[in-house]
């Protein structure tokens, strides 16, 4: 089975700083997705970043950006100048691909943001 | 645009009776998933529904059972309810059956006493 690990359960940054939020995840597949989901007090997830796992070049959105490593099975987020509005917990999500499965969260890592 | 809505925000329910939640899906998804994301942990697959079939199902005990209606909307059943079953139950629906356009709602939350 899949497993996503995400082992910052809370990091904190300044204010228009930069900060790298890590994962790490198991399995035994060659294609599958990856993802980012951000969950503020509105409890709503937000996809924030998606990477396909055949795609070599690191996806970036804006502010975020991901530094994938498939051989090392490792998936960071970097958002770059912080801002008030980017604090809420942070997923990172694994998906096999195929349509009958679920995406396999990680247990989240809480960014707060220092003013 | 509405997006997806779950009802109802917030239920109390005690041990041993039955929960219904309810999901709207974005207009044209065609495809509802549910997950449970228990107090300090990610969510976890419950269910993924598509043009009104079960596509997927996680691990979870037969007491949690799901349909999805003609206009795409979606009701999760809970039977036998324990304290367990206490968390925040998100809905989330995309065009088809792919995952990767994942639009969710912002739950309900349940909790059993």
């Known amino acids: 089975a899949q497993t996503v690990t995400q082992s910052q359960p809370e990091m904190s940054v300044q204010e228009a700083e930069t900060v790298t939020l890590s994962c790490t995840y198991d399995?035994?597949?060659?294609?599958?997705?990856l993802f980012w989901y951000k969950q503020p007090p509105s409890r709503q997830m937000i996809l924030v970043i998606r990477?396909?796992?055949?795609?070599?070049q690191n996806a970036t959105e804006n502010r975020f950006s991901v530094n994938f490593q498939k051989a090392a099975k490792s998936f960071s987020l970097k958002i770059s100048d912080s801002q008030l509005g980017d604090a809420a917990m942070y997923f990172c999500?694994?998906?096999?691909?195929?349509?009958?499965?679920?995406?396999?969260f990680g247990k989240g890592t809480h960014l707060i943001i220092q003013p | 645009d509405a997006g997806v809505t779950q009802s109802p925000t917030h239920l109390i329910k005690t041990r041993g009776q039955h929960v219904t939640l309810r999901c709207s899906p974005i207009?044209?998804?065609?495809?509802v998933s549910w997950y449970q994301q228990v107090l300090g942990q990610g969510p976890q697959f419950i269910f993924q529904y598509y043009e009104k079939e079960e596509r997927g199902r996680g691990n979870f005990p037969d007491r949690f059972s799901a349909r999805q209606f003609p206009n795409y909307s979606s009701e999760l059943n809970v039977n036998a309810l324990l304290l367990g079953d206490s968390a925040l139950y998100l809905c989330?629906?995309?065009?088809?059956?792919?995952?990767?356009?994942?639009?969710f709602g912002s739950g309900t939350r349940l909790t059993v006493v």
């Open positions: 399995t035994s597949e060659s294609d599958y997705y």
């Open positions: 207009s044209g998804h065609k495809s």
């Open positions: 990477q396909e796992a055949y795609k070599q």
């Open positions: 989330a629906s995309s065009l088809d059956s792919l995952n990767y356009g994942y639009t």
């Open positions: 999500a694994y998906w096999k691909g195929g349509g009958a499965d679920g995406l396999t």
